[in-house]
């Protein structure tokens, strides 16, 4: 198990706690993600991600603590294996919604602040019809 001590870094934690980690900024984006995928895995009408480089996340906990879903060909989702809490996104292979040399992380895991506020809307084609966005964010279709 890892030791979090950068103190510029931000925590971050599941539920109950068994998967800790640390991102250390800054952070590539920040965006709110309506896609289908997003919405069902985490039972939300939108999920706001930030990413970081590999170099810029640390696991401090033991890697059985996590549990990776592949939900397609080179796209894993990352949870506590106890609580569930969905954490992260992955890539093994490019894609046109993700690169494979970052970890994406749910904001809303997170311990503080981060480093930027949202900064758009990806897939808003794919918004539920009984939530609407209202906040003058930019909104893109796919993840561009």
Known sequence: MACLVNPAAITGRCHCGDVRFQLTPPTDMCSHCHCESCRRLHGAAFVTWTSVPDTQLQLATDPDALHWYESSPGV???SCAHCATRLF???TTPTTDARTDCWYVAVASLDAPLDRAP?????IEETVDWFSVNDGL???TGKD
């Open 76 to 78: 894993f989702w990352g």
């Open 89 to 91: 996104s992955r890539a």
């Open 119 to 123: 900064s758009a809307h990806v897939s």
């Open 138 to 140: 930019p909104r893109y």
